[in-house]
Structures are given as structure tokens and as C-alpha cells.
Nanobody
Framework: EVQLQASGGGLVQAGGSLRLSCVAS????????VGWFRQAPGKEREGVSC????????DYADSVKGRFTISRNNAKNTVYLQMNSLKPNDTARYYC????????????????????WGQGTLVTVSS
């Protein structure tokens, strides 16, 4: 059974940083495309960042480019989202998701790509 456990959320002031973790079980994250998504109250869920299988190519939403960094630790089967220079409009519940990326070297932030989802972790940025 595939399980994705997101953690690391919390309350932070604008300009601060947080690092989210997505720990996977039942899969080897190195072989999977992993994405981070977020959903703010009253808004649709949106893609934030993703990392490809095999070669760790990455992609970011324009709203987070230059502030967020996605990375992977294969030994820990974990994907991270380092979030710097946080803004109040980054406030949302953040979810990680995964899909088997066998033979691929790309990723994208479309929800429809991903078949496995974690439960989310709440990030609140105060002004």
C-alpha cells in the first residue's frame, strides 16, 4: 500500500521559512514523480512544484519560483519542499502526491497526473 505522509507545516511570520517533508512508504520515491500542491480556504487546489523520477528535474509554479525549492533524499525515501520568503498568500494546506515515473525524466503540476496523495499539512503565514 502506498502511503505519503506530509509534515512540517506550522505558523510562521511573513518573510520566514519552513521545510515540508513528504515521507513515502510502499514505493521507492526515486522511481516516482512527486509533486507538492496547496489549497487555500475557498480556493481550488493548485500545483506548487514537482520533481521527476530518475534525474530530479524540477518545475515550479510562477508564484513560488525563486522562493521554494523541491529536493529528494533517496536514502530516506523523502521529498522536501523548502519554502523561503513566505508570504501571507502562501497560507494553505499543502499536499504531496506521487505517480510512478518509470522511464520518464519530466514532471508537471497537473493534479490529474498523480494517483497517490498524502493527507496534507497546514501552513499559515502571518503578516
Amino acid at each position: 500500500e502506498v502511503q505519503l505522509q506530509a509534515s512540517g507545516g506550522g505558523l510562521v511570520q511573513a518573510g520566514g521559512s519552513l521545510r515540508l517533508s513528504c515521507v513515502a512508504s510502499g514505493i521507492t520515491t526515486r522511481q516516482y514523480i512527486v509533486g507538492w500542491f496547496r489549497q487555500a480556504p475557498g480556493k481550488e487546489r493548485e500545483g506548487v512544484s514537482c520533481i521527476s523520477a530518475n534525474v530530479d528535474n524540477t518545475d515550479y509554479a510562477d508564484s513560488v519560483k525563486g522562493r521554494f525549492t523541491i529536493s529528494r533524499n533517496n536514502a530516506k525515501n523523502t521529498v522536501y519542499l523548502q519554502m523561503n520568503s513566505l508570504k501571507p498568500n502562501d497560507t494553505a494546506r499543502y499536499y504531496c502526491a506521487a505517480v510512478n515515473g518509470y522511464g520518464t525524466t519530466w514532471c508537471n503540476n497537473r493534479e490529474s497526473l498523480y494517483g497517490h496523495w498524502g493527507q496534507g499539512t497546514l501552513v499559515t503565514v502571518s503578516s
